[in-house]
Structures are given as structure tokens and as C-alpha cells.
């Protein structure tokens, strides 16, 4: 981040943002969830977010997309606020499960956010046809959720993450629950629809291939207190497909962003020893 | 599902249902007052002497199957069957419980949606309305029919009494039961709290109200039956009742006849609702299997 971008290019600017939670009752301790993070997110960038559990990646989207407060710093998200962003409707969320509603046909449930925001029929209609035929699962409008595979479930998901056209499509962990090959399959998915809609992407992952296949910038994160150790740029080609798995600088981009995972636990191994040592004495 | 599937649990309950006659008889076989029939259908004389003797069921207390069958078929004095006048009766009862279901359905279900909203009387109210359920129905019913002297209403009234809390406490449950991140997908949307209760909350909940409208369907019949004692009211099946335990002593099969009348508007009431469930949640996915 040596040269900051022009404002109209950034979509989410993160500034000093800390996250703490608070125990209830006596036992429970006090969080220290994310700490002094700053990250910019240029239109059109596909970042991933990685590290450790409870590295505090999730909470970071969380934060992002306004599902919960920040204790000290600023979130702007294409200029607003994120409570402005939210209620200007600008995001997009797909969650690790699909969360499609059961008694709703996929076309509809692709609908709902437009049902929410008053669309005529017709255009909701259109819309979600459009969005479905995207995920090519225009011929299972008609079903029901529970009727699709896991991985059909997901795309049903990002079809109706993509209905409102928003600014920035926050995904955590979109395809953790997946075998590994419907897994890849979706990687090659995702990156079409994203190349198609141009959209921005914060996808939260614990995968070192997946976050380096799909991303323009791989986000490297340590736990206790959740911090940003490393920003890696990927520098494969913009367009990917199942022959970048196999590049040479591909390979050497995941062993970058492993290694630098490592340095992160390293440290807190580090701080152990030191802790011990200075019991000792 | 498939016709056969589907006929399954229909034959299972015939099954123990044709067990328990059974058993019925075996009992008085066993230890009942002993048989005297004289040429049944020009058939020979038949006598037994059970080698027991059990109070519970002797002649008074489980008479016969057939004897109660019979009753079904006596002429009462307007040369109107048993049968016939119990079948009105269990009309009119009908009608009362399933004004009382609808009105303790709607209640319940508006009494969840204010209770889910308003936290604080969440805490507070939830403990009174249990408290009104422990509080025996015969205790409740005069106060509402004769306090009110709202007649067949009033009868209505005290179904809706039994059948609001199962109603309620299913309601809020169902509507709670969504994901936590559909929820998030909600407000990720700015959808505002009428929103997630029309487009989340309340699609949520059936699975869960279908359970308590079963519960409820039985109850609303019995706080008919048991409402029409203090009414007076003569019409229904709380009054052929009542009718049949004064004659218990000579015709004990008139109160069994009326008794298995109620059983049959019991049944009636939850096999209605079973049916409304399987067409309400055809859209929903089966996860456990439906205890029908």
C-alpha cells in the first residue's frame, strides 16, 4: 500500500479499524478480535482474506458489510459509510452455507432481494432469469432448494448475491463446505462471473490455492489480536483457468503466502517463549 | 410418497385400535359378569361363567362392545336413534371448537409476533400464560359462559382458550428458528423488522405451528365439550354427556357410545389438520419424519 489510490477507485477503505468483544458475566474474557487494520480495496479487485482460525477474517467481512459494529476506526465502503452502504443496499453476501429459504422456488429466492426493495414483477422476473441463466442453473428455476446439490445451492447463492447489482460481494468461506473437486469447479465458476460482472470481491477462505487462484491480492492475516501481517499480489495473469494451477509463479505465490502464515504463527510461538522465560526468571 | 406409504400409518392404527377391542373382550372373558346369550341370530344358546371376577370390568363399568354398538341404535322419544342425535350433537360441537381453534390460532399467532418484537413482555407475559394453563379448565369455564352469557360464543370462547398457548409458544419458537445468517442476509439487505417477520420469519414458522395446531385441533374439542357443562347448553356433546352419565347406573353403554362420539370429533379435528399440513408444507423440506 505505498501509493494510496484515488477516492472515486476505492470501494472499501479501512482505517484504523479495531474490533474488541466485550465479555458478559464474570468469567468470560475480553476479545481482542482485530487490531489496527488498515486496507484499501481498489473497484474491481478480488481480495482474499487468510490466516488462522480465529484470525478474525470473518469478523473483518462482518465489519465490512455492517453485520456488526467496529470499536474504533472507520469503514467507508464506495464513499459512504457501511451503515450508508448497507442501507443504500450495496452489498452482496454469500455465507459458507448456502442460506436459501426452503419454501421458496430458486427463482424466487434469487427474487427476494428484489422483493425487498419493491421491484415490479416483471423486472424481478427478468432479473433473476438473467442471474440464474449467469450460474447456469436456469434450468432448475423451478425447484426447490433442498432439491439441488451443495454445490448447485452455492451458486443459487451467488446468483441472488448478485441480484442487486452490488458495489462489493462479500463471501465467507463460500465454498468450505464443498468437496474438493465441486470446489474447483466453483473456483473457475467464480472467476468467470466476476470477470462478466466486474464486481469487487472480499472472500474470506483457509485455503492458500483457492485464495491464490482467485485473487488480485491475497490479504495474510495472525490471531490474537487479529492483524494484517502480509498483503501478497498475485500476479498471474488476469484471466485463469485450470492451467494456472500448474504455473510455476503460482506455485510460488502459495508457497509466499504459506510462508508468510507461518511467520505469523512463528511469532505468536515466539511470544510464548518469551512469556515462559519471563516467568522463569 | 406413494399410495402404499401413504397407507401405512392408517393401517397401523386400525391395527391397534382392532387390538384394544380385542383386548376389550378378552378382558370380560376373563374376569367380566357372565355371558348369557339366548339364540344369537337363531344360533345355539350360548353361557359362560368367567372363572374371575374384576370389578373394573363388569357389565357397568366396560359393557360389551356390542351393547354399545346397540345403544347407538336405540330409539329415543321422538323416534330419533341414538346415533342420529349424537351425530348432530357432535356437529354443533364441532362447529364451536373449530370457531374456538381459528380464534385461539389467530391469537396465538399475534401474541408470538408481539411477544418476539417486545422483549420485555416477552419475560414478563410468558410466565402468566403458563401459569393460565395450570389454571383446570372447569375452573375457567363458568366464569366465561355463564359470566359472559355468551352461549354457543362463550363455549367457542373457552376452546380458543385451550388452543392459544401451544399456538404461541410453537409460533415463537418457529420464528426464531431461522439460520442466524438468514437473518444477516436480511439486514445485509436493510429489510426492516415487518419485512423479515413477512418474508423470513413467518414463511419460517409453519413446520413448527403444524405441531402445535395438532395439539391445539384436540384441545379446542375438548374446551368444547367442556365448556358446554356450565352453559346449559343441551345441543352438543357436552350435553349428551351429561345426559348419558345421569342414566349411568341402568345404561352405562348411552355414556360409552356418547364418550366414543367425542373420540371420533377428536380425531376428526386432527386428521383435518394432519391434511392441511401435508398441503401447507409441500414446498418444505421433510426433515424429520411426521409423526401422523
Known amino acids: ?281 | 410418497m406413494s399410495a402404499r406409504r401413504r397407507l401405512r400409518p392408517a393401517l397401523g392404527f386400525l391395527l391397534i385400535v382392532a387390538l384394544i377391542l380385542v383386548a376389550w373382550e378378552v378382558a370380560k372373558l376373563l374376569a367380566g359378569d357372565p355371558w348369557r346369550y339366548e339364540d344369537i341370530l337363531g344360533g345355539p344358546a350360548f353361557y359362560w361363567d368367567p372363572p374371575l371376577r374384576w370389578k373394573p370390568v363388569n357389565d357397568l363399568n366396560l359393557p360389551h362392545l356390542w351393547t354399545i354398538f346397540g345403544a347407538f341404535w336405540e330409539l329415543d322419544a321422538k323416534g330419533e336413534t341414538y346415533v342420529s342425535s349424537l351425530v348432530g350433537a357432535a356437529w354443533f360441537t364441532m362447529r364451536e371448537s373449530l370457531l374456538g381453534f381459528f380464534m385461539g390460532a389467530g391469537i396465538g399467532l399475534g401474541l408470538a409476533i408481539v411477544l418476539i418484537h417486545v422483549k420485555v413482555l416477552e419475560r414478563g407475559l410468558v410466565p402468566l400464560l403458563v401459569a393460565s394453563q395450570t389454571v383446570p379448565i372447569i375452573a375457567i369455564a363458568p366464569v366465561v359462559v355463564v359470566g359472559l352469557r355468551a352461549g354457543w360464543f362463550g363455549v367457542a370462547i373457552v376452546a380458543t382458550y385451550l388452543t392459544f398457548f401451544p399456538v404461541t409458544i410453537a409460533a415463537i419458537r418457529g420464528m426464531r428458528a431461522a439460520d442466524p445468517r438468514a437473518f444477516e442476509l436480511m439486514r445485509s439487505y436493510a429489510a426492516g423488522r415487518r419485512t423479515v417477520l413477512r418474508k423470513l420469519r413467518l414463511p419460517a414458522s409453519p413446520p413448527y405451528l403444524f405441531t402445535a395446531f395438532k395439539i391445539a385441533a384436540t384441545a379446542s374439542v375438548v374446551g368444547a365439550i367442556v365448556g358446554e357443562f356450565p352453559a346449559g347448553i343441551r345441543d352438543g356433546l357436552g350435553g349428551a354427556l351429561l345426559q348419558a352419565m345421569q342414566y349411568y347406573s341402568f345404561s352405562p353403554q348411552d355414556l360409552w357410545a356418547a364418550i366414543a362420539a367425542c373420540a371420533g370429533v377428536g380425531i376428526i379435528a386432527f386428521l383435518l389438520v394432519v391434511a392441511a399440513e401435508r398441503l401447507a408444507l409441500r414446498n418444505y423440506r421433510q426433515i424429520e419424519d411426521q409423526a401422523t
Open chain 1, 1 to 281: 500500500m505505498t501509493e494510496r489510490p484515488t477516492t472515486d477507485d476505492v470501494v472499501v477503505d479501512l482505517r484504523g479499524v479495531s474490533k474488541v468483544f466485550e465479555g458478559r458475566g464474570q468469567k468470560a474474557a475480553r476479545v481482542e478480535a482485530l487490531s489496527g487494520i488498515d486496507l484499501s480495496v481498489r473497484r474491481g479487485e478480488f481480495i482474499s482474506l487468510i490466516g488462522p482460525s480465529g484470525c478474525g477474517k470473518s469478523t473483518l467481512l462482518r465489519i465490512v458489510g455492517d453485520l456488526i459494529g467496529v470499536s474504533d476506526g472507520t469503514v467507508m465502503v464506495n464513499g459512504k459509510l457501511a451503515r450508508e452502504a448497507r442501507l443504500a443496499r450495496e452489498y452482496g453476501m454469500v455465507f459458507q452455507a448456502p442460506v436459501l429459504f426452503d419454501w421458496r422456488t430458486v427463482q424466487r429466492n434469487v427474487e427476494l432481494p428484489l422483493e425487498i426493495i419493491g421491484r415490479p414483477k416483471e423486472e424481478r422476473e427478468a432479473r433473476a432469469r438473467e442471474m440464474l441463466a449467469l450460474v447456469e442453473l436456469g434450468d432448475f428455476a423451478g425447484h426447490h432448494p433442498w432439491q439441488l446439490s451443495g454445490g448447485m445451492q452455492q451458486r443459487a447463492a451467488i446468483a441472488r448475491a448478485l441480484a442487486l447489482d452490488p458495489a462489493i460481494l462479500l463471501m465467507d468461506e463460500p465454498f468450505g463446505a464443498l468437496d474438493e473437486m465441486t470446489r474447483e469447479r466453483m473456483n473457475l465458476e467464480l472467476l468467470r462471473i466476476w470477470e462478466r460482472t466486474a464486481t469487487t470481491v472480499i472472500f474470506v477462505t483457509h485455503s492458500i490455492p483457492e485464495a491464490v487462484f482467485l485473487s488480485t491480492r491475497v490479504v495474510v492475516m495472525s490471531a490474537r489480536p487479529g492483524r494484517i501481517t502480509k498483503i501478497v499480489p498475485v500476479d498471474l495473469p488476469h484471466h485463469r483457468d485450470v492451467e494456472t494451477r500448474e504455473m510455476e509463479r503460482y506455485f510460488e505465490l502459495v508457497t509466499e503466502v504459506r510462508e508468510s502464515l507461518r511467520g505469523s504463527e512463528g511469532e505468536a510461538v515466539d511470544l510464548r517463549r518469551v512469556a515462559a522465560e519471563g516467568l522463569s526468571a
